[in-house]
């Protein structure tokens, strides 16, 4: 199977896949200084994937950003995660401070070879920014990154010409690059319920 045919398959998942629930924090629900969001269902979607990874017994892997500045500041309430993850017991647990999961504390690249994991669904927040990044690291470093567009948000944001984006319109861009390079399996959280229970 090409790489090509790879991406164009039916999505199936692996009894190991690992569900990464990037920065679901509460310093993001802050509109006043993030601004307008898309996808108001996000976080509604992310907690279908937790309930489908906790019933087959999958891993997940909750990643938590810290920030000098701003509201996901170490030790402010907007640091903490949304109680519904929050309420989730990890395989693993990290903290970053920039925007690809791959560069946090502990180290993901190490666990998940360690493991022998290949598979990783990417989910949380920021999609165009922290999900992004990581997807695409994923891929560079050959994972088969799995990216539900629906289990995520992303924020308005103005360009240095003055042109502000929606966030659907950011987010749509996001699908299309990581899908049109093979960054990542741009799928729909149905998609990913289903092959969880396949």
């Given at each position: 199977?090409t790489n090509t045919d790879a991406f164009d ?81 990890p395989a693993l647990h990290i903290t970053k ?9 502990p180290d993901l690249h190490a666990w998940l ?86």
């Amino acid at each position: 199977m090409t790489n090509t045919d790879a991406f164009d398959a039916p999505l199936t998942l692996d009894p190991d896949a690992v569900l990464l629930l990037i920065d679901v924090q509460k310093g993001f629900e802050d509109h006043e200084f993030w601004g307008p969001r898309d996808n108001p269902q996000a976080e509604q979607r992310m907690a279908e994937l937790i309930a489908a990874w906790q019933a087959t017994g999958r891993p997940v892997v909750t990643v938590q950003h810290a920030s000098t500045a701003g509201p996901l500041v170490e030790g402010t309430p907007g640091y903490e995660l949304k109680d519904f993850v929050a309420d989730v017991t990890p395989a693993l647990h990290i903290t970053k401070t920039v925007n690809s999961a791959f560069y946090g504390t502990p180290d993901l690249h190490a666990w998940l070879r360690e493991r022998g994991a290949r598979q990783l669904v990417v989910t949380g927040i920021i999609t165009n920014v922290c999900n992004e990044t990581t997807a695409r690291m994923a891929g560079n470093l050959g994972y088969d990154a799995i990216f539900p567009t629906d289990a995520m948000h992303a924020f308005d944001m103005t360009g240095p010409d003055g042109t502000t984006l929606p966030a659907a319109e950011l987010a749509r861009a996001t699908a299309t690059v990581l899908h049109a390079m093979r960054f990542a399996k741009v799928v729909t959280t149905e998609q990913v319920l289903d092959a969880a229970e396949a």
